[in-house]
Protein backbone atom coordinates (compact mmCIF):
# COMPACT_ATOMS: atom_id res chain seq x y z
CA UNK A 1 0.00 0.00 0.00
CA UNK A 2 2.73 2.13 0.97
CA UNK A 3 4.70 1.27 -1.68
CA UNK A 4 1.79 2.28 -4.49
CA UNK A 5 1.29 5.78 -2.56
CA UNK A 6 4.84 6.88 -3.73
CA UNK A 7 4.74 5.72 -7.27
CA UNK A 8 1.54 7.35 -7.72
CA UNK A 9 3.19 11.00 -5.97
CA UNK A 10 6.27 10.25 -8.17
CA UNK A 11 4.14 10.06 -11.06
CA UNK A 12 2.06 13.13 -10.04
CA UNK A 13 5.03 15.39 -9.56
CA UNK A 14 6.76 14.14 -12.63
CA UNK A 15 3.11 15.24 -14.62
CA UNK A 16 3.68 18.62 -12.75
CA UNK A 17 7.15 19.58 -13.89
CA UNK A 18 5.88 18.46 -17.63
CA UNK A 19 3.07 20.79 -16.89
CA UNK A 20 5.66 23.76 -15.58
CA UNK A 21 7.49 23.45 -18.75
CA UNK A 22 5.01 23.42 -21.08
CA UNK A 23 3.62 26.58 -19.14
CA UNK A 24 6.98 28.37 -19.93
CA UNK A 25 6.70 27.05 -23.06
CA UNK A 26 3.46 29.17 -23.55
CA UNK A 27 5.02 32.75 -21.62
CA UNK A 28 7.87 32.51 -24.32
CA UNK A 29 5.88 32.29 -27.04
CA UNK A 30 5.87 34.91 -29.30
CA UNK A 31 3.05 38.13 -28.66
CA UNK A 32 0.59 39.11 -30.59
CA UNK A 33 2.93 42.44 -31.70
CA UNK A 34 3.86 43.72 -35.39
CA UNK A 35 6.83 45.67 -35.59
CA UNK A 36 7.59 47.50 -39.01
CA UNK A 37 10.45 48.64 -40.41
CA UNK A 38 9.52 51.59 -42.34
CA UNK A 39 12.37 52.46 -44.69
CA UNK A 40 10.88 53.94 -47.76
CA UNK A 41 9.15 57.74 -47.26
CA UNK A 42 7.17 57.49 -50.68
CA UNK A 43 3.74 58.34 -50.37
CA UNK A 44 2.63 54.55 -51.76
CA UNK A 45 4.52 52.92 -49.51
CA UNK A 46 3.90 55.23 -46.22
CA UNK A 47 -0.18 54.65 -47.05
CA UNK A 48 0.42 50.82 -47.10
CA UNK A 49 2.30 50.72 -43.77
CA UNK A 50 -0.46 52.99 -42.06
CA UNK A 51 -3.30 51.05 -43.33
CA UNK A 52 -1.56 47.47 -42.86
CA UNK A 53 -0.76 49.30 -39.09
CA UNK A 54 -4.37 50.65 -38.86
CA UNK A 55 -6.33 47.38 -39.84
CA UNK A 56 -4.11 45.15 -37.32
CA UNK A 57 -4.11 48.09 -34.45
CA UNK A 58 -8.57 47.41 -35.19
CA UNK A 59 -7.71 43.55 -34.28
CA UNK A 60 -6.12 44.32 -30.79
CA UNK A 61 -2.55 43.55 -31.90
CA UNK A 62 0.57 45.59 -30.67
CA UNK A 63 1.67 47.62 -33.16
CA UNK A 64 5.14 49.50 -33.76
CA UNK A 65 6.74 51.29 -36.76
CA UNK A 66 10.40 52.24 -36.62
CA UNK A 67 10.83 54.90 -38.81
CA UNK A 68 14.27 55.35 -40.25
CA UNK A 69 15.89 56.89 -43.06
CA UNK A 70 13.78 58.20 -46.13
CA UNK A 71 11.36 57.31 -44.06
CA UNK A 72 11.66 60.44 -41.70
CA UNK A 73 10.38 62.65 -44.08
CA UNK A 74 6.91 61.18 -42.95
CA UNK A 75 7.38 61.89 -39.48
CA UNK A 76 9.18 65.87 -39.93
CA UNK A 77 6.89 68.48 -38.96
CA UNK A 78 7.14 71.33 -41.77
CA UNK A 79 6.11 74.15 -39.47
CA UNK A 80 9.22 73.34 -36.86
CA UNK A 81 13.07 74.52 -37.22
CA UNK A 82 16.03 73.16 -36.02
CA UNK A 83 19.07 75.42 -35.29
CA UNK A 84 22.49 74.78 -35.42
CA UNK A 85 22.78 72.57 -38.65
CA UNK A 86 25.86 72.25 -40.89
CA UNK A 87 25.84 72.93 -44.23
CA UNK A 88 25.11 68.70 -45.71
CA UNK A 89 22.15 68.71 -43.33
CA UNK A 90 20.97 71.99 -44.08
CA UNK A 91 21.11 70.65 -47.84
CA UNK A 92 19.25 67.41 -46.92
CA UNK A 93 16.57 69.30 -45.16
CA UNK A 94 15.60 70.81 -47.87
CA UNK A 95 15.66 68.82 -50.37
CA UNK A 96 13.77 66.13 -48.78
CA UNK A 97 9.86 65.97 -48.55
CA UNK A 98 9.56 68.47 -45.69
CA UNK A 99 6.21 66.37 -43.86
CA UNK A 100 3.80 63.47 -44.69
CA UNK A 101 1.64 65.81 -46.89
CA UNK A 102 4.64 66.82 -49.07
CA UNK A 103 5.53 62.93 -50.11
CA UNK A 104 6.56 61.61 -53.40
CA UNK A 105 4.99 58.97 -55.40
CA UNK A 106 7.13 56.04 -56.03
CA UNK A 107 5.60 55.34 -59.95
CA UNK A 108 3.82 58.00 -61.46
CA UNK A 109 4.97 60.97 -59.35
CA UNK A 110 5.00 63.09 -62.39
CA UNK A 111 6.51 66.13 -61.03
CA UNK A 112 4.04 66.39 -58.06
CA UNK A 113 1.01 65.84 -59.96
CA UNK A 114 0.87 62.14 -58.89
CA UNK A 115 0.44 62.93 -55.49
CA UNK A 116 -2.46 65.21 -56.04
CA UNK A 117 -4.46 63.04 -58.28
CA UNK A 118 -3.90 60.21 -55.37
CA UNK A 119 -4.55 62.36 -52.59
CA UNK A 120 -7.90 63.73 -54.65
CA UNK A 121 -8.84 60.02 -55.60
CA UNK A 122 -8.48 58.82 -51.78
CA UNK A 123 -11.01 61.90 -50.57
CA UNK A 124 -13.57 60.99 -53.30
CA UNK A 125 -13.45 57.10 -52.71
CA UNK A 126 -13.18 57.38 -49.06
CA UNK A 127 -9.66 56.39 -48.09
CA UNK A 128 -8.31 58.19 -44.66
CA UNK A 129 -6.11 60.97 -45.25
CA UNK A 130 -2.41 60.36 -44.00
CA UNK A 131 -2.64 63.09 -41.43
CA UNK A 132 -6.40 61.32 -40.14
CA UNK A 133 -4.29 57.76 -40.89
CA UNK A 134 -2.07 59.51 -37.74
CA UNK A 135 -4.85 60.86 -36.00
CA UNK A 136 -6.26 56.98 -35.78
CA UNK A 137 -3.08 55.32 -35.02
CA UNK A 138 -2.43 57.67 -31.75
CA UNK A 139 -5.82 57.26 -30.98
CA UNK A 140 -5.07 53.19 -31.26
CA UNK A 141 -1.92 53.30 -29.74
CA UNK A 142 0.63 52.80 -32.32
CA UNK A 143 3.84 53.58 -31.48
CA UNK A 144 6.13 55.23 -33.31
CA UNK A 145 9.95 54.80 -32.67
CA UNK A 146 12.28 57.18 -34.71
CA UNK A 147 15.75 55.76 -35.56
CA UNK A 148 18.22 57.84 -34.00
CA UNK A 149 21.21 56.87 -35.80
CA UNK A 150 19.49 57.57 -39.45
CA UNK A 151 18.48 60.79 -38.28
CA UNK A 152 21.69 62.22 -36.93
CA UNK A 153 23.26 60.67 -40.59
CA UNK A 154 20.90 63.09 -42.79
CA UNK A 155 21.35 65.71 -40.20
CA UNK A 156 17.38 65.66 -38.52
CA UNK A 157 17.28 66.78 -35.00
CA UNK A 158 14.20 66.45 -32.51
CA UNK A 159 13.20 69.67 -32.62
CA UNK A 160 11.31 69.15 -36.03
CA UNK A 161 9.60 65.55 -35.84
CA UNK A 162 5.85 65.62 -35.59
CA UNK A 163 3.41 65.92 -32.03
CA UNK A 164 2.79 62.57 -31.82
CA UNK A 165 1.30 60.65 -27.97
CA UNK A 166 3.64 57.29 -28.60
CA UNK A 167 6.23 58.76 -30.11
CA UNK A 168 10.43 57.54 -28.77
CA UNK A 169 13.53 57.77 -30.53
CA UNK A 170 15.91 53.97 -30.64
CA UNK A 171 18.41 52.10 -32.74
CA UNK A 172 18.33 49.09 -34.19
CA UNK A 173 18.81 47.18 -31.94
CA UNK A 174 15.42 47.67 -30.28
CA UNK A 175 13.86 47.02 -33.86
CA UNK A 176 15.91 43.10 -33.37
CA UNK A 177 14.46 42.64 -30.06
CA UNK A 178 10.79 43.65 -30.17
CA UNK A 179 10.53 41.37 -33.97
CA UNK A 180 12.67 38.67 -32.10
CA UNK A 181 9.23 38.26 -29.68
CA UNK A 182 6.45 39.07 -32.61
CA UNK A 183 4.09 36.84 -34.09
CA UNK A 184 4.83 38.82 -37.31
CA UNK A 185 6.96 41.37 -38.38
CA UNK A 186 7.25 43.72 -42.00
CA UNK A 187 9.57 45.73 -43.79
CA UNK A 188 8.56 48.54 -45.70
CA UNK B 1 -27.66 32.31 -40.37
CA UNK B 2 -29.59 32.33 -43.45
CA UNK B 3 -30.26 35.04 -45.87
CA UNK B 4 -34.00 35.19 -44.01
CA UNK B 5 -33.13 35.18 -40.25
CA UNK B 6 -30.68 37.99 -41.17
CA UNK B 7 -33.23 40.31 -42.63
CA UNK B 8 -35.53 39.41 -39.41
CA UNK B 9 -32.49 39.56 -36.90
CA UNK B 10 -32.54 42.14 -33.82
CA UNK B 11 -29.90 44.30 -34.27
CA UNK B 12 -28.53 46.41 -30.83
CA UNK B 13 -25.80 48.54 -33.06
CA UNK B 14 -25.90 50.01 -36.67
CA UNK B 15 -23.02 51.02 -37.90
CA UNK B 16 -22.67 52.86 -41.26
CA UNK B 17 -19.28 53.13 -42.57
CA UNK B 18 -20.35 53.42 -46.21
CA UNK B 19 -18.56 56.68 -46.57
CA UNK B 20 -15.32 55.23 -45.69
CA UNK B 21 -12.71 52.34 -47.43
CA UNK B 22 -10.35 50.18 -46.09
CA UNK B 23 -9.56 50.13 -43.01
CA UNK B 24 -12.44 52.28 -42.01
CA UNK B 25 -15.10 50.08 -41.49
CA UNK B 26 -12.81 48.32 -39.71
CA UNK B 27 -12.05 51.16 -37.10
CA UNK B 28 -15.54 51.98 -36.81
CA UNK B 29 -16.69 48.33 -35.97
CA UNK B 30 -13.57 48.66 -33.15
CA UNK B 31 -14.93 51.90 -31.94
CA UNK B 32 -18.62 50.62 -31.71
CA UNK B 33 -18.14 46.81 -30.59
CA UNK B 34 -17.28 48.67 -27.22
CA UNK B 35 -20.84 49.98 -26.54
CA UNK B 36 -22.64 47.03 -26.90
CA UNK B 37 -23.61 44.22 -24.61
CA UNK B 38 -22.18 40.95 -24.87
CA UNK B 39 -24.68 39.09 -26.82
CA UNK B 40 -25.48 41.84 -28.84
CA UNK B 41 -26.03 42.15 -32.76
CA UNK B 42 -24.19 44.49 -34.67
CA UNK B 43 -24.42 45.56 -38.29
CA UNK B 44 -22.11 47.42 -40.28
CA UNK B 45 -23.11 48.78 -43.80
CA UNK B 46 -19.77 49.38 -46.19
CA UNK B 47 -19.94 50.07 -49.50
CA UNK B 48 -16.38 48.13 -49.69
CA UNK B 49 -16.31 44.85 -50.92
CA UNK B 50 -13.46 44.20 -49.10
CA UNK B 51 -14.89 44.80 -45.86
CA UNK B 52 -17.10 41.35 -46.39
CA UNK B 53 -14.48 39.19 -46.03
CA UNK B 54 -12.41 41.33 -43.55
CA UNK B 55 -14.74 41.44 -41.04
CA UNK B 56 -15.20 37.58 -40.86
CA UNK B 57 -11.31 37.82 -40.22
CA UNK B 58 -11.89 40.31 -37.32
CA UNK B 59 -14.61 38.56 -35.75
CA UNK B 60 -12.31 35.26 -35.82
CA UNK B 61 -9.31 37.49 -34.32
CA UNK B 62 -11.11 39.14 -31.94
CA UNK B 63 -13.28 35.67 -30.80
CA UNK B 64 -16.60 37.15 -31.77
CA UNK B 65 -19.23 35.74 -33.86
CA UNK B 66 -19.86 36.23 -37.73
CA UNK B 67 -23.33 35.58 -38.57
CA UNK B 68 -23.38 36.46 -42.36
CA UNK B 69 -24.17 39.36 -44.62
CA UNK B 70 -26.76 40.58 -46.52
CA UNK B 71 -26.24 42.73 -50.06
CA UNK B 72 -27.74 45.48 -50.72
CA UNK B 73 -28.10 48.03 -53.24
CA UNK B 74 -24.54 49.32 -53.72
CA UNK B 75 -24.13 48.26 -50.42
CA UNK B 76 -23.57 45.19 -47.91
CA UNK B 77 -24.63 44.39 -44.54
CA UNK B 78 -22.17 42.70 -42.80
CA UNK B 79 -23.58 40.91 -39.14
CA UNK B 80 -21.74 40.05 -36.11
CA UNK B 81 -22.49 38.90 -32.76
CA UNK B 82 -20.05 40.07 -29.51
CA UNK B 83 -19.03 37.34 -27.87
Known amino acids: ?188 | MTQEELINVKVAKTVDARGTACPGPLLEAKKAIGTIKVGDIMEILSADEGTKVDIPKWCQKQGHEYLGALEEKGYFKVFMKKK
Request: hydrophobic content about 50%.
Open chain 1, 1 to 188: MQNDGNIQLVALQQEVETLKSKVALLENSRKDQLPIAIVSGDLDKIIAAMVISLAAAAMDTKVRLFFSFWALSAVRDRNKKANGKDIISKMFGMMLPKSRNNLNLSKMNMAGMGPMMIKYLMKKKGVLSLDRMFGEAAALGIEITICEMSMDLMGFKKEEMIDYPHLRYAGAATFVSEANESSMQLFI
